[in-house]
């Protein structure tokens, strides 16, 4: 580095503008969306110079991940590593909460670089080895860090998804970091607990044409994303003329919001499934009930056989934040899920979401979206050993927190 003051050598000048556009570029429109043109124009160069350094966009973004989302993704674990402290980590989890607030342009640059990473061969050739190495240190200290990681993570796709910004993240972040810390002691699931995905799509209540539709989104979507799925390319995949489809749906945005309304519908479904299963137990039971229940739906969640449904909500919330109608459809659909959690906590009967309280009931909803994501980098299996003592952790300290909302 250059000492202070002294001026770089132009080439190098020009390199860290380069890489400054880039990434307002990709925090801007998506990583799906930069292209040379839009970068030069950004940065008031031709694209010469973007030729002259990086032989395609997959180069450029192997540079921006390599100079500046690796190193926010390090920054961010050592945050994270020092709000785990007992006594001195309040300051970090603060920290953290604030940059959630936004969320920050770092912690959002190192969730779209994942994402796309995951489905870009050539990108994802150096980000997930990378990825894995830096992780795989901090869960060798902190054996859940992993599933912490999926909290920060899955708060900022939410945030982004939703637009549900400028709110105190402070509460769920100290829930999951404590929780993550205390979770020490490995337990493995019982074969009888029901493994019962959120994620699950079900085809009840659907007719031909939908189902064949919703599981060619589904396929599509999990592969390539939002924004390279087109009409055409799922028709194909459902075996359907394209004219069939716009003969039901006005475009693609239509197309996803039935589809998407229908997950989310049978997601809980899903939910009731699994709560149903656990109320036949005793009373005494019920709480340590309340937890196996948690571990199951992260089992069911995290098990292979729905990665492809698992990938395609964590795609449309991505997708999401670039794309304003999909964002709205998305909000609405977890206004009306928050409504509902909200009411059943007893703390409002109207349709007003209370700030106050959303971040404690949506945080655990976003988790999701991060442990979609790191699974793909092999973290957060289903087989995890440390998911049990850490739910309990978090429902137990989310409990405690229950009674101090305010009433309806």
């Known amino acids: 580095m250059p000492k202070s003051g002294e001026k770089l050598p132009k080439s190098e000048s020009t390199r860290l503008k380069l890489l400054d556009c880039a990434v307002a570029e990709i925090l801007a429109v998506g990583p799906d969306h930069i292209g040379f043109t839009s970068v030069a124009r950004r940065a008031g160069m031709s694209t010469g110079a973007l ?8 180069e450029l973004l192997l540079e921006v991940w390599l100079q500046r989302g690796l ?21 970090a989890r603060r920290r953290i909460a604030d940059m959630l607030r936004g969320p920050d342009p770092e912690l959002c640059l190192i969730a779209k670089i994942l994402v796309i990473a995951r489905r870009n061969d050539a990108v994802g050739e150096f980000v997930i080895p990378s990825t894995v190495d830096v992780i795989g240190k901090a869960v060798g200290d902190t054996p859940a860090f992993d599933l912490y990681l999926s909290q920060v993570l899955g708060i900022t796709v939410g945030v982004q998804g939703t637009g549900f910004v400028d709110l105190d993240w402070y ?32 085809g009840v209540g659907l007719d031909d044409l939908d189902a064949r539709l919703f599981g060619a989104v589904s396929r599509v979507i999990s592969r390539v994303g939002i924004d390279h ?14 004219a069939s489809i716009y003969m039901r749906y006005d475009d693609k945005t239509a197309l996803l919001a039935a589809c998407i309304s229908h997950v989310m519908a049978a997601t809980y479904s899903q939910n009731k499934d699994l709560i149903e299963y656990f109320n036949y137990e005793s009373e005494s039971a019920a709480e340590e009930n309340q937890y196996l229940s948690a571990a199951g739906m992260f089992r069911g969640n995290q098990s292979p056989e729905h990665r492809e449904i698992r990938l395609l909500r964590l795609e449309t919330m991505f997708g999401a934040a670039h794309h304003k109608d999909l964002q709205d459809i998305i909000r609405g659909v977890f206004t009306n899920i928050l409504l509902t959690d909200q009411q059943s906590l ?51 300290r989310i409990s405690s927190v229950a009674p101090s909302m305010p009433k309806s």
């Open 71 to 91: 190193p926010a993704l390090r920054r961010l674990i050592g945050e994270m590593q020092e709000s785990l402290d007992t006594h001195t980590g309040k300051q």
């Open 171 to 202: 509460g769920p972040i100290s829930i999951v970091a404590s929780s993550a810390r205390e979770a020490k002691e490995a337990v493995i699931l019982d074969a009888t607990v029901p493994s019962i995905p959120e994620a699950a799509q079900s």
């Open 346 to 396: 007893g703390v409002h009967t109207d349709d007003t979401l209370l700030e106050a309280i959303l971040p404690v009931l949506v945080f655990s909803r976003f988790s999701f979206f991060g442990l979609a994501l790191l699974g793909e980098f092999g973290f957060v299996q289903a087989s995890h050993a440390y998911v049990l003592p850490y739910v309990t952790n978090v429902n137990k």
């Open 51 to 58: 030729y002259a350094r990086y032989e395609n966009v997959d």
């Open 229 to 242: 799925s087109t009409i055409s390319r799922i028709a194909r995949h459902a075996d359907i003329n394209p």
